[in-house]
Every structure is written in structure tokens, then in C-alpha cells.
């Protein structure tokens, strides 16, 4: 754990944070005051906790911060192109290492019929969905609004 309570297992290694730090727009403290900016490694960590774990934003571990202000800040980072510069200094950098062959390229794609699709040309059903719902309505009791006669839980 570090001093944010953070999992070391969760936080960005040092050479990606140092290359993610330039990139990063300024926060600039309002002149309204409002509460301190929460620390921009904090929420890199806790950004890259929801990439890597699927989670929803509202479930992100409190030692990151509060959800709402990390899929904020990753929103405004989305829009400065903090990751596409991100991305594209990683490629830059892979392609120094190891070379890139930037003219040969492929796109994976998968071509296949949905699993349970059906025919192309199946049989289409006798009536529409609606019809179903209302048949499965009529087996119901008949509901009366609140100020409708007769006492209440007494049947029709």
C-alpha cells in the first residue's frame, strides 16, 4: 500500500505514469474555491482500475476517489486526447524497439451467422408481440385506479 491506500498491484508503473504525466491537461484551482483537486496519479490509477477490471465507475474503490469524479476526468481527458497521445507514443516507441511494418496492415474482423439466428428466411410469427403481452393481461385481475368504487383488495 502507498500513502493514498492504494494496492501497488493497482497502480500504473512508474515509466507509464511518467510518460502520461506531460499529457495531461493543468488543473487550475477555482477562483470560487470548492473542494482541492484530487491528485492526477490517483485518478490515472483509479481510470485504469476500471479499464482493467470492467467495473462500473460508481463501484471504484473509495482510495481512488469517487466514481463520478474519476468518469469525469476521464471524459476530459478522452476529450484533450490524452489517450490517443498515449497510444500514439506507445506505437512510436514499440516501432523504435521493434519496428512496425506500417505498410502491410490487417483488420480482424468476425463474419458469421448470430449463434441461434435462424434461416435467412424463417417463418414469421402469426401475431406481433403487442397481441402476446395483451392475451397474458386478460388472464390478470382487472386493476381500478385509486378512486374507483368498492373497497380496497375486494375483487371486481
Not at 59 to 65: L, N
Request: net charge positive.
Amino acid at each position: 500500500m502507498d500513502k493514498d491506500g492504494v494496492a501497488a498491484a493497482w497502480r500504473l508503473p512508474d515509466a507509464m505514469w511518467d510518460r502520461m504525466e506531460p499529457l495531461l491537461p493543468k488543473l487550475r484551482s477555482s477562483r470560487k474555491g470548492g473542494r482541492p483537486w484530487v491528485a492526477n496519479r490517483r485518478i490515472a490509477d483509479g481510470i485504469f482500475y476500471v479499464l482493467r477490471t470492467g467495473c462500473q465507475w460508481k463501484a471504484v474503490p473509495r482510495e481512488f476517489g469517487s466514481g463520478s469524479t474519476l468518469h469525469r476526468r476521464f471524459q476530459k481527458w478522452v476529450q484533450c486526447g490524452v489517450f490517443r497521445k498515449l497510444w500514439k507514443a506507445g506505437l512510436l516507441e514499440y516501432d523504435a524497439l521493434k519496428g512496425i511494418q506500417w505498410e502491410w496492415q490487417s483488420l480482424d474482423g468476425a463474419m458469421t451467422k448470430a449463434p441461434l439466428g435462424g434461416e435467412k428466411n424463417r417463418e414469421k410469427p402469426d401475431r406481433s408481440g403487442q397481441a402476446r403481452y395483451e392475451a397474458l393481461l386478460a388472464r390478470r385481475r382487472r386493476r381500478h385506479s385509486a378512486g374507483a368504487g368498492g373497497g380496497r383488495g375486494q375483487s371486481a
